[in-house]
């Protein structure tokens, strides 16, 4: 068993949509959790970032992390054709940066 | 944030050379990291690069393999050896800003090994 279980997609919606990212883990020490965005052929895009279980809010998007479930989630409000990209889960025991990912989830949002 | 960049950005190479790759941070980073993100799959940490001294190395990855240096907060290389087609991938670096646990990454260096 994978210690991040992100379903890969793809997932498709249409402009405007409310998406919904999910990732499940099994490592409770997990404390650090983050999503980046990935377009083809460049580095990963720090999206959010949130520490411990609770909700962050930016913009159209929103991170949710439920500790107790093991479970954390980002949701893309009014999603938009540019929001079409790979979205990585991460997450680490600690400030000391060593990052267990997901596998991706394949978004494309259609006009 | 920080501004990673890397040079080269891809790279086709014989079996049997070796690449270095370099990664330069646009502010002094506490930490730098290289990842691997081969064909279809997500990112698995190769090592994590000490200033002035050896990398840390993760499982299932040697110092033989994949030397890294980092001479000083701004500045990190990974060199492949001895590539094998099996080396063909993604390799990203990354950091960590100071006083913060945010990480940052690299445009990636595509490599192809033939």
């Known amino acids: 068993q994978k210690e991040v279980e992100q379903d890969p997609g793809p997932l498709s919606v249409p402009e405007g949509a409310i998406v919904s990212l999910n990732c499940t883990y099994s490592?409770?020490?997990?404390?650090?959790f983050m999503w980046y965005r990935q377009y083809s052929r460049k580095g990963p895009e720090l999206l959010m970032y949130?520490?411990?279980?609770g909700n962050k809010e930016d913009g159209r998007f929103t991170a949710q992390v439920d500790k107790s479930s093991k479970y954390i989630s980002l949701f893309i409000r009014d999603s938009q054709p540019s929001d079409s990209a790979t979205y990585l889960c991460a997450m680490s025991q600690s400030n000391t940066g060593k990052l267990i990912f997901g596998q991706g989830t394949t978004l494309q949002v259609k006009p | 944030s920080a501004v990673i960049s890397q040079k080269p950005s891809r790279d086709i190479c014989q079996r049997g050379t070796s690449l270095t790759i370099q990664c330069q941070v646009d502010s002094q980073v506490t930490m730098m990291f290289w990842y691997r993100q081969q064909p279809g799959q997500s990112l698995t940490l190769i090592a994590t690069?000490?200033?002035?001294?050896?990398?840390?190395?993760e499982s299932g990855f040697v110092i033989d393999k994949f030397p890294i240096s980092r001479p000083n907060l701004t500045f990190s290389t990974l060199t492949v050896s001895n590539m094998s087609p099996e080396d063909s991938s993604i390799y990203l670096c990354s950091g960590i800003g100071t006083g913060a646990y945010e990480q940052y990454f690299g445009p990636g260096t595509r490599l192809t090994v033939t």
């Open positions: 949130t520490y411990s279980s």
């Open positions: 690069a000490n200033q002035g001294s050896e990398a840390t190395y």
């Open positions: 490592n409770s020490a997990f404390q650090y």
